[in-house]
């Protein structure tokens, strides 16, 4: 496995110096050769974190934390199509689209409604997430070790962990954005590709990029955008990241022109490829609308009889529509509102320092040989994961600063958009989970370091071997920091010295 972060990619895509056509190989910079063995590494890494991730899945055998809502609105959805107030069997107003609950209804209809039945759809969510994490890494730095170690990483998270393991919605949510990130980046490369292919079949782009054929369609875009569709159809929090993907699409864009030496690379993106970025738009609402298709084929959803039972309808717009819409302003309302307090509500301030996590489950009651026992599930990310991702986010900025690497301004913009936007609502009930989505980004910040730190294939073997034993050290410190962490992550029985003992920071209580 090639463990070297590739040089190959331009350093810069809005500065770069325009280059020759006979320099233009740098816009499609080849992939490992290892392409068999590299997804044999990959399936296997995948397969530890199912593995990891199965054991004891239905401990505990009852709801834990907001279980109490999405396993029985799944199960809702599966008995009449939308989620009813089981109360009095009439419509349920939910603050969530369905997707993410009908993902958990999956497993219901499978195995039960039961522990493991709606919580198996999340395992494998996040299982998905870890090979798709694998699979990009290796693209975006040109190496499958730090694919791997991409992976792995993520796959000792405590948070990722546990979000894998309950019948929650982020872990949906973190996996529809990563795979609609993935597909962005593959777009990324086939349009680069496509202008090369150009170059060297002699065509001039100084005047403006080929036209449209069939090898140029942004096929891997589109399926973007049905897959941002489906994360906006589980939490409406991904229209912050979609927002960023829309800029990198067009930065993008921008940087291959002006790489590929064509004159006016500006003028030449918004003439071709303002239209691909509206269809993208255009293929998330729909995507989004058809996420709600119980609610559109039912008549008891909440809000489903709005416009008939008020006459406050439009006649140019369909009742449907315009009932939906109204669901929507009431959604809307709840979450700009949601300012009541929780005992484990936190700040984006505080997640990088792990300064408030959720705990899911608590019990004190069996035997443990000790008078005082304690049993926990709670949402903790690995410390020595997450304290390094400030100093991985440094190292990120600079080498976007200083050689103005596409990689790593995507890693900067996309965190950002999962953080800077929930600090503009300071008084709003947050929880640490709400940085999940933002994770595999995280992740690929640290990454990127440890290419970094290992040196490019050009460097002494001293420099090689010390690289490759810091960065290994720090893998092994992941890995035993999540061991160590494990018992209160499954909600194991232990005594309450034993707890404490993990309790690290007082806000952890």
């Known amino acids: 496995m090639s463990a070297t972060l590739s040089e190959s990619a331009p350093p810069s895509e809005a500065a770069a110096e325009v280059p020759k056509p006979e320099t233009a190989a740098r816009l499609a910079p080849a992939l490992p050769t290892d392409r068999w063995s590299s997804w044999l590494w990959a399936l296997l890494v995948a397969a530890v974190a199912f593995v990891l991730r199965i054991i004891g899945l239905a401990h505990p055998d009852k709801v834990i934390f907001d279980e109490m809502y999405y396993a029985k609105d799944a199960k809702s959805l599966l008995d009449h199509g939308v989620e009813l107030n089981e109360k009095n069997d009439g419509p349920g107003f939910v603050a969530h689209p369905p997707l993410g609950k009908w993902c958990i209804a999956l497993g219901e209809q499978l195995f039960g409604y039961n522990s493991f039945g709606w919580r198996i759809s999340a395992v494998v969510a996040g299982t998905i997430s870890v090979l798709i994490l694998i699979r990009l890494a290796r693209r975006m730095f040109g190496s499958t070790l730090l694919g791997c170690v991409a992976g792995v990483l993520m796959s000792l ?16 949510l973190m996996l529809f954005l990563l795979a609609s990130f993935a597909c962005l980046v593959v777009d990324r490369d086939q349009r680069r590709a496509a202008l090369k292919r150009a170059i060297d079949d002699g065509a001039d782009l100084t005047r403006g990029s080929p036209g449209l054929t069939w090898r140029t369609v942004p096929w891997w875009r589109l399926a973007a955008g ?11 929090s991904a229209v912050w990241y979609i927002g960023a993907f829309v800029l990198l699409i067009l930065v993008w864009e921008v940087g291959s022109r002006r790489s590929a030496g064509i004159r006016h690379w500006v003028l030449d993106t918004i003439a071709t490829q303002l239209g691909w970025v509206a269809l993208f738009g255009v293929l998330i609402v729909v995507t989004y609308l058809a996420t709600w298709t119980g609610w559109f084929v039912t008549d008891t959803g909440w809000d489903r009889q709005w416009a008939q039972s008020t006459g406050e309808g439009s006649r140019f717009i369909p009742d449907a529509i315009e009932n939906l819409w109204h669901y929507q302003q009431a959604v809307y309302k709840f979450h700009s509102t949601l ?14 320092f792990l300064g408030r996590p959720v705990a899911y489950y608590y019990e004190s009651k069996g035997n443990c040989g000790a008078s005082a026992c304690s049993a926990e599930v709670i949402a903790l990310g690995t410390p020595s994961l997450w304290w390094s991702f400030i100093p991985a986010l440094v190292v990120t900025a600079w080498r976007w600063l200083s050689r103005r690497d596409w990689r790593a301004g995507s890693i900067l913009l996309v965190v950002a958009a999962g953080f800077v936007p929930w600090m503009f609502y300071p008084e709003r009930t947050m929880f640490f989970f709400y940085a999940l989505p933002t994770l595999p980004y995280l992740v690929l910040a640290v990454t990127l370091t440890l290419g970094v730190v290992l040196g490019p294939a050009t460097a002494t073997f001293d420099r090689r071997l010390a690289g490759g034993i810091l960065s290994g050290v720090y893998v092994l410190i992941v890995g035993m920091t999540f061991v160590y962490f494990y018992p209160i992550l499954t909600g194991k029985l232990i005594t309450y010295a034993q707890w404490q003992a993990r309790m690290w920071l007082d806000s952890w209580v």
């Open 226 to 236: 049905v897959l941002a569709g489906c994360a906006l159809g589980v939490k409406w």
């Open 157 to 172: 998270d405590g948070l990722h962990f546990v979000s894998s393991r309950v019948a929650l919605l982020d872990v949906f």
């Open 339 to 352: 300012t009541t307090a929780h005992p484990y509500q936190s700040t984006p301030w505080s997640w990088l």
